[in-house]
C-alpha cells in the first residue's frame, strides 16, 4: 500500500503540532513509521488520504460500536446541529441521556456529564475525596484514567511506598496522594490498605483493563477488592471510559456482578463525539455543586451534539442487546482464527479477550497484569503490525492497547484478518 499523502500531512502537521498528534499513540512511536491520515470512514472500514481501504479494530478506541458513520446517530447529530451547537444553558435531552443511562446500568441515581473520560475519572476521584474527607487513592499499574495529575504516577522502591510522576510537570505533592498497586494482587492492595489506615479515599480501576492489552480480573481479586472496600470505608471506582455500555447494557458492573460505589464512562455513551460522564447513587452524587460542596463544572458539559448522539446510541444498544452477544461471538471466532494461525507459526503467543475486548501478546507467560504485559516481544509486534497494515487490517498501533470491535464487521472481514496473518512471516 501507498502512504505518500499520509507522509506529507504528518511532515506538515509536526511544523505546527507537537509531535505532528493531537493524541500520543497515534504518532506510531510505539511501532514505528508515519501514522496514517485518515480521510472518512463507514461502517466497519477506514479509508486514508492515500485511497487506502482498511478493516478497523480500533473504532476510535472503542465508541464506535455499531461502526463509523452509523446512519441514527449521523442523522441524530444532523438535525440538533440545525438548531444550535452550544447554549451553556440547560437542555431537555441531558435528562432524557441521563434518565437512559440511569435505568440501563446498575447501582447509579444519578448522572454528571462532562467532555472526555480523563475529565470523568479526575471528577469522580475528587468527589470521593469530598465525600469521604481522605486525601488518598489507589491505582492500578497499567491502568489508564486519563492525563489528570493523579493519575500519573510510576511505582515506588517497595510494596508500601509512594509513587513518584512518570511526567515532568506532576508535583512531588500530587504523587503522595497516590498510590500503586500491582492488578490482579489483592494482597498487595491490602499491604497498601494497612499502611495508611483511615487515609484511602477511593481505589479506582479498570474493571476489564483495555490499556495493557486486555486484562481480565480473576473473581477472586475483583470479589476481594468489593469486600476490602467496604471493610475500610474506601470508595471502589470503576473506570468504565472503555467497558460502559460495551460489555452490555450495564457494562462491566453487570457483567462482573460486581457494585462499584462510582462510575466513570465516556466513548460509547457520547456515539463518537467528545463526553464523558461519572455516576454514582443519591447519596455521593449530591455532594456535587450546586447542591453540594465539591465543585466541578465545564461550560460545554452536556452539549446538546454530544448528547444527541449518545441518545441515539444507547437507544439502539437498549432496544437491541442481542448487539452485545453478536459482537462477543464474532470476537471469540476472531481469537480462535488467529490462535489456530499463531499456533502453527510455533511462536510465544497470548490472545486475552473479553466481550468484545480482544488482545495479542507476543510472550510465553499469561497476560494477568502490567508486569506480564511488558513482557511482550515488542519486535515482533512491529513486524506484526505493520504486516496487518500492509494488507489492508488497521490494528492498534500499540502492543499496550485493546482492539476494539464494531459490530459492522462482518465474518468475511474477520476471515480477511486472519488470512492476512497466515502470509506473515513472524
Same mark, same amino acid.
Given at each position: 500500500?501507498?502512504?505518500?499523502?499520509?507522509? &506529507?500531512?504528518?511532515?506538515?502537521? +509536526?511544523?505546527?503540532?507537537?509531535? !505532528?498528534?493531537?493524541?500520543?499513540?497515534? =504518532? %506510531?512511536?510505539?511501532?514505528?513509521?508515519?501514522?496514517? %491520515?485518515?480521510?472518512?470512514?463507514? !461502517?466497519?472500514?477506514?479509508?486514508?488520504?492515500?485511497?487506502?481501504?482498511?478493516?478497523?479494530?480500533?473504532?476510535?478506541?472503542?465508541?464506535?460500536?455499531?461502526?463509523?458513520?452509523?446512519?441514527?446517530?449521523?442523522?441524530?447529530?444532523?438535525? +440538533?446541529?440545525?438548531?444550535?451547537?452550544?447554549?451553556?444553558?440547560?437542555?431537555?435531552?441531558?435528562?432524557?441521556?441521563?434518565?437512559?443511562?440511569?435505568?440501563?446500568?446498575?447501582?447509579?441515581?444519578? $448522572?454528571?456529564?462532562?467532555?472526555?473520560?480523563?475529565?470523568?475519572?479526575?471528577?469522580?476521584?475528587?468527589?470521593?475525596?469530598?465525600?469521604?474527607?481522605?486525601?488518598?487513592?489507589? +491505582? #492500578?499499574?497499567?491502568?489508564?484514567?486519563?492525563? &489528570?495529575?493523579? %493519575?500519573?504516577?510510576?511505582?515506588?522502591?517497595?510494596?508500601?511506598?509512594?509513587? &513518584?510522576?512518570?511526567?515532568?510537570?506532576?508535583?512531588?505533592?500530587?504523587?503522595?496522594?497516590?498510590? /500503586?498497586?500491582?492488578?490482579?494482587?489483592?494482597?498487595?492492595?491490602?499491604?497498601? $490498605?494497612?499502611?495508611?489506615?483511615?487515609?484511602?479515599?477511593? $481505589? $479506582?480501576?479498570?474493571?476489564?483493563?483495555?490499556?495493557?492489552?486486555?486484562?481480565?480480573?480473576?473473581?477472586?481479586?475483583?470479589?476481594?477488592?468489593?469486600?476490602?472496600?467496604?471493610?475500610?470505608?474506601?470508595?471502589?471506582?470503576?473506570?468504565?471510559?472503555?467497558?460502559?455500555?460495551?460489555?452490555?447494557?450495564?457494562?462491566?458492573?453487570?457483567?462482573?456482578?460486581?457494585?462499584?460505589?462510582?462510575?466513570?464512562?465516556?466513548?460509547?455513551?457520547?456515539?463518537?463525539?467528545?463526553?464523558?460522564?461519572?455516576?454514582?447513587?443519591?447519596?455521593?452524587?449530591? @455532594?456535587?455543586?450546586?447542591?453540594?460542596?465539591?465543585?466541578?463544572?465545564?461550560?460545554?458539559?452536556?452539549?446538546?451534539? *454530544?448528547?444527541?448522539?449518545?441518545?441515539?446510541?444507547?437507544?439502539?444498544?437498549?432496544?437491541?442487546?442481542?448487539? #452485545?452477544?453478536?459482537?462477543?461471538?464474532?470476537?471469540?471466532?476472531?481469537?480462535?482464527?488467529?490462535?489456530?494461525?499463531?499456533?502453527?507459526?510455533?511462536? *510465544?503467543?497470548?490472545?486475552?479477550?473479553?466481550?468484545?475486548?480482544?488482545?495479542?501478546?507476543?510472550?510465553?507467560?499469561?497476560?494477568?497484569?502490567?508486569?506480564?504485559?511488558?513482557?511482550?516481544?515488542?519486535?515482533?509486534?512491529?513486524?506484526?503490525?505493520?504486516?496487518? /497494515?500492509?494488507?489492508?487490517?488497521?490494528?492498534?498501533?500499540? =502492543? %499496550?492497547? &485493546? @482492539?476494539?470491535?464494531?459490530?459492522?464487521?462482518? @465474518?468475511?472481514?474477520?476471515?480477511?484478518?486472519?488470512? *492476512?496473518?497466515?502470509?506473515?512471516? /513472524?
Amino acid at each position: 500500500m501507498n502512504y505518500q499523502r499520509s507522509s &506529507s500531512l504528518f511532515a506538515t502537521a +509536526k511544523k505546527y503540532i507537537p509531535g !505532528g498528534v493531537n493524541s500520543p499513540v497515534r =504518532a %506510531f512511536k510505539a511501532v514505528g513509521g508515519d501514522p496514517i %491520515f485518515v480521510k472518512e470512514a463507514k !461502517g466497519a472500514y477506514l479509508y486514508d488520504e492515500d485511497g487506502n481501504k482498511l478493516i478497523d479494530y480500533i473504532a476510535s478506541w472503542g465508541p464506535l460500536i455499531l461502526g463509523h458513520a452509523h446512519g441514527p446517530v449521523i442523522d441524530a447529530v444532523v438535525e +440538533k446541529a440545525k438548531k444550535g451547537t452550544s447554549f451553556g444553558m440547560p437542555t431537555e435531552i441531558e435528562t432524557q441521556l441521563a434518565q437512559l443511562a440511569v435505568s440501563m446500568v446498575p447501582n447509579i441515581d444519578k $448522572i454528571r456529564f462532562v467532555n472526555s473520560g480523563t475529565e470523568a475519572c479526575m471528577s469522580a476521584v475528587r468527589l470521593a475525596r469530598g465525600f469521604t474527607g481522605k486525601d488518598k487513592i489507589i +491505582k #492500578f499499574a497499567g491502568c489508564y484514567h486519563g492525563h &489528570s495529575d493523579s %493519575f500519573l504516577i510510576q511505582a515506588g522502591s517497595g510494596a508500601v511506598t509512594f509513587g &513518584s510522576p512518570n511526567s515532568p510537570g506532576v508535583t512531588q505533592g500530587t504523587a503522595r496522594d497516590t498510590l /500503586l498497586a500491582a492488578y490482579n494482587d489483592l494482597e498487595g492492595v491490602k499491604a497498601l $490498605i494497612k499502611a495508611n489506615k483511615g487515609e484511602l479515599a477511593a $481505589i $479506582i480501576i479498570e474493571p476489564i483493563a483495555g490499556n495493557m492489552g486486555c486484562v481480565v480480573p480473576t473473581t477472586a481479586f475483583i470479589e476481594g477488592l468489593r469486600e476490602v472496600c467496604t471493610q475500610n470505608d474506601i470508595l471502589l471506582i470503576f473506570d468504565e471510559v472503555m467497558t460502559g455500555f460495551r460489555l452490555g447494557r450495564g457494562g462491566a458492573q453487570e457483567a462482573l456482578g460486581i457494585d462499584a460505589d462510582i462510575l466513570c464512562f465516556g466513548k460509547v455513551i457520547g456515539g463518537g463525539l467528545p463526553v464523558g460522564a461519572f455516576a454514582a447513587r443519591t447519596e455521593i452524587m449530591d @455532594y456535587l455543586a450546586p447542591q453540594g460542596p465539591v465543585y466541578q463544572a465545564g461550560t460545554l458539559s452536556g452539549n446538546p451534539l *454530544a448528547m444527541s448522539a449518545g441518545l441515539a446510541m444507547l437507544t439502539e444498544l437498549n432496544d437491541r442487546p442481542e448487539i #452485545f452477544q453478536s459482537l462477543a461471538d464474532k470476537t471469540e471466532y476472531l481469537h480462535k482464527g488467529l490462535d489456530r494461525v499463531l499456533s502453527k507459526k510455533e511462536i *510465544a503467543y497470548q490472545i486475552n479477550r473479553y466481550g468484545s475486548m480482544i488482545s495479542v501478546h507476543f510472550t510465553d507467560s499469561p497476560v494477568t497484569d502490567f508486569t506480564s504485559s511488558a513482557k511482550g516481544n515488542n519486535e515482533r509486534f512491529k513486524a506484526y503490525f505493520h504486516g496487518m /497494515l500492509a494488507k489492508g487490517i488497521y490494528l492498534p498501533p500499540s =502492543a %499496550f492497547e &485493546s @482492539y476494539f470491535l464494531n459490530d459492522a464487521l462482518r @465474518y468475511a472481514d474477520l476471515d480477511e484478518t486472519i488470512k *492476512a496473518l497466515e502470509s506473515l512471516n /513472524l
